[in-house]
């Protein structure tokens, strides 16, 4: 029997054209197991109560979502109802809102610490840390991600430039206070970061983090385990199923083997070890809508500027974006700029949580709770928009792929110093994104809208900021009320370029802890 018997139809007839070739070469591959045996492994199981059964005392569990999207509450609940379950370490962008989310695992007593990247609104574990009564560990938001990503690739530690020279480096942010609380004194200090320089620009060194379970939300998945999330939802899931050792996933709909198209699937069904049924509902953090089309009523944007510092803040802002402008825009006044646009100007939105072409607030009838932004809020998407997961929205933040982020701020420095997560002791709502936004500022402009002095009258310019840095040397321009200034990140100085309608050089002086230079063209907002 001749070599050629031993091939399909096809091949017999290519072997029998190539066999007179000096060079020819036949090879031939056997498998393993024959085809009909392939799959006889079984993903699918019959309720979330059975598939977490395996996760132990002490383990690190990683749960997806953002906010409420994309959460596995499913997986979640049952495992809240799991007994002699204690001591876990969770990781997770935020804690859940309300009595959802991982705030279940907090009141059965089962979490012992959380790594995140943002408290949020939610008061009750903001408490639990201040008191002492839990460990919490914050993470800039990419590069929590990117911790989870590394470890499911095989990278032990990475070197990433956001959090260099603040309290993410020197380990500045406790991890758990003393009984008693931050009036007590520190239990567990912050993890100290090692440092290097590349091409005269600071880094330092980020650990994987490694999940012993890690919890999934999908929309659908097949028999084999492939995944496919929907809108937002992608989020944080797709880099935790590729990360830990049990990998848990809820489905919305599970379908056969074939069914899924393999252009459309998300995460391969090499990294899932479980499907179950997702059969808890989802839930909105914030119910976002606008009114629907045609209705009438209400002042016009301008019409609102007379009676808002804010808006007028905003407005001109927007004076600063291009058209086809990358943006990035942070929570508070950032978010009114998009109603000031010049005219003829269209900018893409970016929402760290994976959105670029992120739209309006929807109507009623358009409420989706997989497509929300990073305020949590439901919006809409543009003709021309994409979705993508975490990983890949911070890549292009931390790339430099962003024109402009326009942010927020407790304090700015001088120098473009800028604090705006946190007061120690008092107000912990978190990193979130805004390191990441401010870590690449030769690529992208950051520029801070906020009003001149704080809430106590106080200013809000600094020589040195007294609060945390969410950055150093990172804004090119602030803007406030009274005045815009331009910041030399290099020479440590401002100048002011502009001054508002009715205010003086001195009064902005007055109202500004640092000195700064005048612009010879100094001029009017």
């Known amino acids: 029997m001749g070599p050629a018997l031993l091939l399909p139809k096809r091949s017999t007839q290519l072997f029998r054209r190539c066999k007179g070739l000096a060079s020819f070469r036949l090879y031939i591959r056997h498998y393993g197991a024959p085809q009909s045996t392939a799959h006889k492994r079984k993903k699918v199981w019959t309720s979330a109560d059975a598939a977490v059964q395996d996760v132990k005392s002490g383990d690190i569990l990683l749960s997806g979502g953002f906010g409420l999207c994309g ?92 959090g260099a020279s603040t309290t993410v480096e020197t380990g500045g942010i406790p991890i758990r206070f003393k009984t008693g609380g931050f009036k007590e004194g520190i239990l567990i200090p912050g993890n100290k970061k090692e440092f290097r320089e590349f091409d005269g620009k600071r880094y330092i060194m980020e650990p994987a983090i490694a999940g012993d379970v890690a919890f999934i939300h999908a929309w659908k998945a097949d028999e084999a385990g492939n995944l496919i999330f929907r809108n937002v939802a992608n989020n944080y899931n797709n880099a935790m199923a590729r990360n830990a050792r049990l990998v848990i996933a809820e489905a919305e709909e599970i379908v056969p083997i074939g069914s ?123 003709p ?42 008092k107000l912990v709502k978190g990193i979130g994104g805004a390191m990441d936004l401010v870590s690449n500022p030769d690529k992208t402009k950051v520029i801070v809208a906020m009003e001149h002095c704080a809430k106590d009258g106080g200013p809000k310019i600094m020589q040195e900021c007294s609060l945390p840095l969410t950055g150093a040397r990172a804004v090119s321009q602030i803007i406030t009320e009274l005045a815009v200034f331009n910041v030399d990140r290099s020479g440590g100085f401002l100048t002011l370029m502009e001054v508002a309608k009715g205010v003086t050089v001195e009064e902005v002086q007055a109202k500004t802890a640092c000195d700064f230079k005048v612009s010879d063209n100094l001029g009017q907002m």
């Open 71 to 162: 959460t596995p509450e499913t997986l979640i609940t049952a495992l809240s109802q799991l007994k002699g379950v204690h001591g876990l370490t969770a990781v997770s962008n935020n804690a859940g809102s309300g009595d959802l989310g991982l705030v279940k695992l907090l009141k059965s007593g089962q979490l012992d610490k959380l790594i995140i990247s943002y408290l949020g609104g939610n008061k009750y574990l903001e408490r639990m840390y201040l008191d002492g009564k839990m460990s919490l560990e914050l993470v800039p938001q990419g590069t929590l991600v990117e911790r989870m990503r590394a470890h499911g690739a095989g990278i032990p530690a990475f070197f990433t430039p956001t």
């Open 260 to 382: 899924l198209s393999p252009n459309a699937i998300h995460v391969p069904g090499i990294f899932i070890d479980r499907v179950v049924q997702a059969t808890e509902p989802k839930g909105f953090d914030i119910l976002a809508t606008a009114p629907p089309p045609g209705t009438t009523g209400g002042p016009s944007p301008e019409e609102l500027l007379e009676k808002s510092t804010r808006r007028r803040i905003a407005k001109r802002a927007a004076q600063e974006l291009g058209d086809g402008f990358y943006v990035n825009l942070g929570v508070g006044i950032p978010t009114l700029v998009t109603e000031y646009l010049r005219p003829g100007i269209k900018i893409w939105l970016q929402s760290e949580n994976g959105i670029l072409g992120m739209g309006p607030f929807p109507t009623e009838d358009q409420v989706d709770p997989d497509i929300t932004n990073a305020g949590k809020e439901t919006v809409t998407l543009l």
């Open 384 to 425: 021309g928009a994409s979705i993508f997961d975490s990983a890949d929205s911070f890549g292009m933040i931390r790339g430099g792929h962003m024109d402009v982020a326009i942010l927020g701020a407790m304090q700015v420095s001088q120098a473009g110093d800028i604090a705006n997560f946190m007061v120690p002791g």
